[in-house]
Antibody, heavy 120, light 108 residues
Framework: QVQLVQSGSELRKPGASVKVSCKTS????????MNWVRQAPGQGLEWMGWINTNTGNPTYAPGFTGRFVFSLDTSVSTAYLQISSLKVEDTAVYYCAKDGPSVVIPFDFWGQGTPVTVSS | SSELTQDPAVSVALGQTVRITCQGDSLRSYYATWYQQKPGQPPVLVFY???GRPSGIPDRFSGSSSGNTASLTITGAQAEDQADYYCNSRDSSGDHQLFGGGTKLTVL
């Protein structure tokens, strides 16, 4: 069965960096794009962008350029989200979500989420 | 417009029917997708496309669309349907994804 397992919760100080992993299994990793979604405390879902798991080419949503980097390690079917120069307002749960088998199914399976807390 | 608008909160009596709506210009061109999220859990896909329901999702969940408005209807709401519901579609350019602000459904 399809599984997306994310790394555990993180606590960082402002200005630091964090790297979140999303290890997948149960499907062909390079056949479906991977998306990243942010959910701040008590807030809604916010699409951060996606990465083509075949080419490694990332696309970032407005507001997620510069400090956010999507990457892959196809040898272990894992996607990564790195955030640098962390700000308090980056405190959120970060989800990876794979594309579905059709353009009408953007996110069919989700990771369990990785809470990132940025606090001095 | 690059926004999807949802009512923040809706309530329904147990066993009754409720419609959750999502408005946005991009819905004239793209189908909405609907996700259910319960506290402390990731979202779950509940409806997609014209009439798509993933395996395991009860058939009391259905979707429809007209003009710039998409709807998720729950016919015979159950206590376990109490959750936040998010709509999603591409933006008008087709290059990016959008989420609505979410609707908190309370089952009374």
């Amino acid at each position: 069965q399809v599984q997306l397992v994310q790394s555990g919760s993180e606590l960082r100080k402002p200005g630091a960096s964090v790297k979140v992993s999303c290890k997948t299994s149960g499907y062909s990793f390079t056949s479906y794009a991977m998306n990243w979604v942010r959910q701040a405390p008590g807030q809604g879902l916010e699409w951060m962008g996606w990465i083509n798991t075949n080419t490694g080419n990332p696309t970032y949503a407005p507001g997620f350029t510069g400090r956010f980097v999507f990457s892959l390690d196809t040898s272990v079917s894992t996607a990564y989200l790195q955030i640098s120069s962390l700000k308090v307002e980056d405190t959120a749960v970060y989800y990876c979500a794979k594309d579905g088998p059709s353009v009408v199914i953007p996110f069919d399976f989700w990771g369990q989420g990785t809470p990132v807390t940025v606090s001095s | 417009s690059s926004e999807l608008t949802q009512d923040p909160a809706v309530s329904v009596a147990l066993g009754q029917t409720v419609r959750i709506t999502c408005q946005g210009d991009s819905l004239r061109s793209y189908y909405a997708t609907w996700y259910q999220q319960k506290p402390g859990q990731p979202p779950v896909l509940v409806f997609y496309g014209k009439n798509g329901r993933p395996s395991g999702i009860p058939d009391r969940f259905s979707g429809s669309s007209s003009g710039n408005t998409a709807s998720l209807t729950i016919t015979g709401a159950q206590a376990e349907d109490q959750a936040d519901y998010y709509c999603n579609s591409r933006d008008s350019s087709g290059d990016h994804q959008l989420f609505g602000g979410g609707t908190k459904l309370t089952v009374l």
